[in-house]
């Protein structure tokens, strides 16, 4: 089991704030497929046991970007 933690930035000057936190069984690569659909409006970041995986930001025309940071 690994400890997740998705984050979330509301551009409200508090910074990043914890949206889901846990143990799960999962990779990388799947929380990395996840992240688009937690990003309506605020961009997001994912994290594997402390470590940032995976960013994401929703662009202006609408599309998810999402970054890998384990490669």
């Given amino acids: 089991m690994a400890h997740i933690r998705i ?3 509301r551009f409200d ?3 990043w704030q914890v ?16 992240l688009p ?3 309506v409006q605020y961009p ?5 046991d ?3 995986v ?9 599309r998810v970007i999402v970054t890998r940071h384990d490669a």
């Fill in 37 to 39: 659909s937690y990003t």
């Fill in 7 to 9: 984050e979330l930035d």
């Fill in 13 to 15: 000057g508090q910074g």
């Fill in 54 to 62: 995976a960013s994401s930001e929703r662009r202006r025309n609408g």
């Fill in 19 to 34: 949206r889901q936190e846990g143990d799960a069984d999962v990779t990388a690569e799947q929380i990395a497929a996840m």
């Fill in 44 to 48: 997001h970041r994912a994290f594997i």
């Fill in 50 to 52: 402390g470590a940032m």
